[in-house]
């Protein structure tokens, strides 16, 4: 508690002779507490749960809550409202309230649709403190309550939300104009034309608006903000440039006309400020550097993407042509290599024949050499047999044998060589069990 | 209370918190707006929302329609239940029910069977679920006259509801879409509502809260040290309440009409719901003027009833339950061993507290000095029927930014639970006779630990050096009896009503008696008619730190004391 007590009865005297050192005798202690419950409840309690919890001290605890009071004090400084009074405004016509800039009129016009309802209200206490007739009558001026008049409509418009948000949407001061090509160059441009969109985001329903960004945008917002701002959905209504309705009862039909003609003029003018907006995107986003560049990357992936797809193609086709290539040279070698071994084929194949007719002709001539084994002239059925034999034993070998038998039949002159050759050839082909014991028996 | 994590708390940010005080007869409902708590009516214009429900061909009825229902629908009618709130059927009370919806045992809880829905079935619905639906009900009325959602709130709750009760109460709210943010104990939220006015100080006192409602009457002694408060003892009392006062009216009233009729109302069911709700409107007529008319149609037998009374003969055959409340708040300041001197502030609270015999009651009891906070003796008394939902709201308006968890710690026993000084400590002053000292309480006794007083003290006239010498101090009540001075027989004689009979008056005084000494220290050199600030601060441990210097004067005598 930062409060006292006040105590009238006076202290006694010291006595005489009294003293200690630094003029303190601690004499005993105090006698035992009792455990009891606090309710934890009200404002003080509290103060004593923050001190109990944060470990504080009486002192510590007033020096920190002092501080946020402090702070809370300067936030309340820094909504403070001082704006320099414009002469020409306090005289206006409290009469012509549509034409008055209701947030100038409270001092509020750096903050226009940002003003909090607190805001206002302030600004209007602080505003009729100052300006209220009585007051004015007091300090002896005249008894002019005009400019108080256009302070209180100022508030009632703009305390009601409805007839805030008509207001709003009229407000020429809060806009903020497109800049020209010229301006809007390098680094200015995004600044420029973020205050544009921040500006004219003000009267979107969808809150929060995104922001037009700076030229390291992503793509992703970049296209949000298009987005969003395409399809915007608006709020602004411009009823508060409606032309008044007499509203004296007796033109009723005149009242209904002017009633008629303020709606078509609020539906034109809806319809010319969503124009307007398209107009103001169509020409950022004309104009907007980042669109290009990230087009470009398109451009460049896409084209990229394009020749390696061509040079992908042109590969597979080359290297098919290169395959078919070698596999018409493969096919044509071969061809000529199996020409030529055909060719070769058949010579040998002649010359073999050639050489088994050559190495037949040696084995008949053979048994005829020998006379056909026989002893004397040798008949002809003899003759016939022996060359049965010779026959069966000729289809009964292969060429090579043939050759071997005639290589070994060559030059012998005697029968009995020549029998013993054939004896012996027969018996190897009984042996090889290409003849069956007994025939041939000619030869052997 | 440490309970407030039953429920799962939703975002500070999101909160829309208001004061409910849900009570066995009455429900009221406080919103706070800029620092003002104010109770708020329902649909139907009631700040005191009857706590009854009642069903109607499935249609149901809250509040002061569902009262109604009592003399025509009665066995679909559900009153009283709150005390039934998490209590097994053997330990509830059902006196008060039997004009309506009889309690059941069900399960291990207490149910009523009523048919709630259209058609001919009855459904048992548990007390839970009629809390429930009547919490919704008043959450909807708050919605409706603030227009936010309102989704949590600060419950009053009597001093002896069990821990039991609690829970089901926070998970009856949380059923009803209510996030529970504390439960707080029904006499500190009255006195709450009090300290909270603009014009009232912290101080150290006394206080003595009597919380006389419907059905029963809780009397607490609570010690408020710096705006902290410390029950000190409590009383409850189920036969002295505001029925007791009507019972008195319906007898009356009974017994009038039985001398031109036959029948007595009180056997007829219909004509004794008739009675009651006629004898409580009659009652409560009493409390703003002097007369009432008491009428009733076709009470009994087709035959109408009107009649009047006086506030003198309500409060003569109402006597005995006067002196019944009388006797409850002296014997609770008793249990507290305190004596009615030691009582600052006497704050009548609950419906029943409208009625004026009841606080010149506390006035004759309590000396001059107390100052009895009814409508009847203070003017600007706040209505006794709306304390304990301002309170709620004040409450809920304070702890409404915090996390749940936040709630939970600073409610937790270790921060709740600390010491109390047993004696009061205070320096010594002087009066003519120097010799004597005279206690000076800095701090008071049942003050919470750690704590903190200063004091602006004078010093003698002619200044010079001074002593400071801290003691424990304790009171006693002194009791001599003075003969009349002769001024005052002539005043007595004058307003020769009450105080002139003849026995001798006594005078009762508190007295301060100097107990241990603690500490001494000296000032030097005090200018002339100057003043010396002490600071007394008493650690968490009990160790003391004295600080005393002149006011303006630099320096000073720091010293410290270590725990015993």
């Known amino acids: 508690m930062a409060s006292h007590n006040t105590v009238t009865l006076p202290l006694p005297v010291?006595?005489?002779?009294?003293?200690?050192?630094?003029?303190?005798?601690?004499?005993?202690?105090?006698?035992?507490?009792?455990?009891?419950?606090?309710?934890?409840?009200?404002?003080?309690?509290?103060?004593?749960?923050?001190?109990?919890?944060?470990?504080?001290?009486?002192?510590?605890?007033?020096?920190?809550?002092?501080?946020?009071?402090?702070?809370?004090?300067?936030?309340?400084?820094?909504?403070?409202?001082?704006?320099?009074?414009?002469?020409?405004?306090?005289?206006?016509?409290?009469?012509?309230?549509?034409?008055?800039?209701?947030?100038?009129?409270?001092?509020?016009?750096k903050y226009r649709y940002k003003a909090s309802e607190e805001q206002i209200k302030r600004a209007h206490r602080k505003k009729v403190l100052k300006h209220h007739p009585d007051k004015k009558a007091a300090q002896g001026?005249?008894?002019?309550?005009?400019?108080?008049?256009?302070?209180?409509?100022?508030?009632?418009?703009?305390?009601d939300p409805v007839k805030r948000r008509q207001f709003d949407s009229v407000d020429e001061k809060a806009e903020v104009e497109p800049p020209s090509k010229k301006q809007a160059t390098g680094d200015k441009y995004y600044k420029l034309w973020s205050s544009v969109f921040k500006a004219e985001g003000r009267f979107s329903n969808n809150q929060p608006v995104p922001k037009f960004g700076d030229a390291n945008s992503t793509q992703e917002d970049v296209e949000a903000f298009y987005n969003f701002f395409y399809n915007f959905d608006s709020w602004r209504s411009f009823e508060y440039l409606d032309e008044t309705v007499p509203d004296d009862g007796e033109s009723r039909d005149q009242k209904r006309h002017q009633e008629r003609k303020n709606n078509n003029a609020r539906k034109k003018r809806k319809t010319e400020d969503a124009a307007r907006l398209r107009k103001l995107l169509d020409d950022v986003s004309a104009s907007d550097e980042r669109i290009k560049k990230f087009m470009k990357q398109k451009n460049a992936a896409k084209n990229a993407k394009k020749a390696e797809k061509e040079a992908a193609e042109k590969k597979a086709i080359e290297d098919a042509k290169a395959k078919k290539e070698a596999d018409e040279k493969a096919a044509k070698e071969?061809?000529?290599?199996?020409?030529?071994?055909?060719?070769?084929?058949?010579?040998?194949?002649e010359a073999a024949k050639n050489a088994v007719k050559k190495n037949k002709r040696v084995l008949k001539s053979s048994v005829k050499d020998a006379n056909y084994f026989a002893t004397g002239d040798a008949s002809a059925a003899v003759i016939d047999s022996v060359l049965n034999d010779v026959d069966l034993v000729i289809s009964k070998e292969d060429p090579d044998e043939i050759a071997a038998l005639a290589a070994k039949l060559t030059g012998l002159k005697v029968a009995g060589e020549i029998k013993g050759a054939w004896t012996a050839e027969v018996t190897r082909l009984v042996g090889a069990g290409k003849l069956k014991d007994g025939e041939a028996k000619f030869l052997v | 209370m440490g309970e407030e994590s039953a429920t799962n708390g939703s975002a500070p940010a999101q909160r829309h918190a208001i004061g409910i005080s849900f009570g066995n007869s009455n429900s009221s409902i406080a919103l706070t707006v800029e620092d003002k708590a104010e109770v708020i009516a329902n649909e139907d214009g009631d700040r005191q929302i009857p706590s009854v429900l009642s069903y109607v061909d499935g249609e149901e009825y809250n509040g002061q329609q569902a009262k109604a229902q009592?003399?025509?629908?009665?066995?679909?009618?559900?009153?009283?239940?709150?005390?039934?709130?998490?209590?097994?059927?053997?330990?509830?009370?059902?006196?008060?029910?039997?004009?309506?919806?009889?309690?059941?045992?069900?399960?291990?809880?207490?149910?009523?069977?009523?048919?709630?829905?259209e058609g001919d079935e009855k459904s048992t619905v548990t007390v839970s679920e009629i809390t429930t639906r009547h919490l919704k009900r008043l959450v909807q009325s708050a919605s409706d006259f603030s227009g936010k959602s309102i989704n949590s709130a600060v419950i009053t709750v009597p001093t002896n509801f069990s821990e039991s009760q609690k829970v089901a109460l926070i998970k009856a709210a949380k059923d009803a879409g209510l996030e529970v943010l504390q439960l707080i104990n029904e006499p500190i939220a009255a006195l709450l509502a009090y300290d909270a006015r603009p014009e009232s100080k912290v101080a150290d006192k006394i206080v003595v809260v009597a919380d006389l409602g419907g059905t029963r009457s809780d009397v607490a002694v609570v010690a408020s040290r710096g705006g902290m408060y410390t029950i000190l003892a409590t009383a409850h009392d189920f036969d002295f309440a505001g029925v007791h006062l009507d019972k008195v009216l319906e007898d009356h009233f009974a017994k009038e009409f039985i001398k031109w009729n036959t029948t007595d109302p009180r056997t007829i069911p219909r004509s004794y719901a008739k009675l009651k709700l006629e004898a409580?409107?009659?009652?409560?007529?009493?409390?703003?003027?002097?007369?009432?008319?008491?009428?009733?149609?076709?009470?009994?037998?087709?035959?109408?009833?009107?009649?009047?009374?006086?506030?003198?003969?309500?409060?003569?055959?109402?006597?005995?339950?006067?002196?019944?409340?009388?006797?409850?708040?002296?014997?609770?300041?008793?249990?507290?061993?305190?004596?009615?001197?030691?009582?600052?502030?006497?704050?009548?609270?609950?419906?029943?507290?409208?009625?004026?015999?009841?606080?010149?009651?506390?006035?004759?009891?309590?000396?001059?000095?107390?100052t009895i906070l009814a409508p009847s003796t203070t003017p600007t008394a706040i209505n006794p029927s709306e304390l304990q939902a301002r309170g709620a709201a004040l409450q809920a308006s304070l702890i409404e930014s915090f996390e749940a968890e936040d709630i939970e710690q600073s409610t937790h026993p270790a921060v709740t639970t600390v010491k109390h000084l047993t004696n009061a400590?205070?320096?010594?002053?002087?009066?003519?006779?120097?010799?004597?000292?005279?206690?000076?309480?800095?701090?008071?006794?049942?003050?919470?630990?750690?704590?903190?007083?200063?004091?602006?003290?004078?010093?003698?006239?002619?200044?010079?050096?001074?002593?400071?010498?801290?003691?424990?101090?304790?009171?006693?009540?002194?009791?001599?009896?003075?003969?009349?001075?002769?001024?005052?027989?002539?005043?007595?004689?004058?307003?020769?009503?009450?105080?002139?009979?003849?026995?001798?008056?006594?005078?009762?005084?508190?007295?301060?008696?100097?107990?241990?000494?603690?500490?001494?220290?000296?000032?030097?050199?005090?200018?002339?008619?100057?003043?010396?600030?002490?600071?007394?601060?008493?650690?968490?441990?009990?160790?003391?730190?004295?600080?005393?210097?002149?006011?303006?004067?630099?320096?000073?005598?720091?010293?410290?004391?270590?725990?015993?």
Not at chain 1, 25 to 39: D, M, Y
Not at chain 1, 334 to 349: H, I, L, N, T, W
Not at chain 2, 281 to 303: P, R
């Open chain 2, 70 to 117: 009592l003399v025509r629908n009665s066995q679909n009618t559900v009153a009283y239940f709150r005390d039934f709130l998490g209590q097994e059927f053997k330990s509830i009370d059902p006196t008060h029910n039997h004009a309506s919806a009889h309690p059941i045992a069900f399960e291990s809880t207490v149910a009523f069977e009523i048919q709630d829905k």
């Open chain 2, 425 to 564: 400590v205070g320096v010594l002053a002087i009066t003519g006779d120097e010799t004597k000292g005279v206690f000076t309480p800095v701090i008071v006794a049942e003050t919470a630990v750690p704590a903190r007083r200063t004091i602006h003290i004078n010093a003698p006239p002619a200044g010079g050096d001074v002593l400071i010498k801290v003691v424990e101090g304790g009171s006693h009540i002194k009791v001599t009896q003075i003969e009349k001075t002769a001024e005052e027989k002539e005043a007595d004689a004058e307003d020769s009503d009450v105080d002139s009979d003849e026995e001798p008056e006594e005078k009762r005084e508190k007295i301060w008696k100097i107990g241990k000494v603690l500490a001494e220290a000296a000032i030097k050199d005090v200018k002339k008619g100057g003043k010396v600030e002490v600071m007394i601060n008493i650690a968490g441990d009990l160790a003391v730190t004295i600080t005393a210097r002149e006011v303006g004067g630099k320096g000073g005598v720091r010293g410290n004391l270590s725990a015993a």
């Open chain 1, 334 to 349: 071969a061809e000529e290599k199996a020409k030529a071994d055909r060719e070769q084929g058949k010579k040998a194949k």
């Open chain 2, 280 to 370: 409580e409107a009659c009652k409560k007529s009493l409390s703003i003027g002097t007369n009432a008319s008491f009428s009733i149609e076709s009470l009994a037998e087709g035959a109408d009833f009107a009649s009047t009374i006086n506030r003198l003969r309500y409060e003569t055959i109402g006597r005995k339950v006067f002196e019944g409340f009388n006797r409850l708040i002296e014997g609770v300041v008793k249990k507290a061993g305190l004596d009615v001197l030691d009582i600052d502030e006497v704050i009548l609270s609950g419906g029943t507290s409208h009625t004026p015999k009841i606080a010149n009651n506390m006035r004759s009891i309590f000396p001059e000095t107390t």
């Open chain 1, 14 to 109: 010291l006595p005489e002779g009294w003293s200690a050192e630094k003029d303190f005798k601690a004499l005993g202690s105090l006698s035992a507490a009792t455990q009891r419950t606090i309710e934890p409840v009200g404002p003080h309690f509290l103060a004593h749960a923050r001190r109990a919890r944060h470990k504080r001290t009486f002192s510590e605890d007033d020096r920190i809550q002092a501080q946020e009071n402090v702070k809370k004090i300067e936030d309340d400084d820094a909504g403070e409202i001082s704006e320099p009074e414009d002469p020409s405004m306090l005289l206006r016509d409290p009469k012509d309230w549509k034409g008055q800039d209701h947030y100038a009129v409270l001092g509020l016009s």
């Open chain 1, 141 to 159: 001026s005249t008894e002019d309550d005009g400019f108080f008049k256009c302070i209180q409509k100022a508030t009632e418009t703009l305390l």
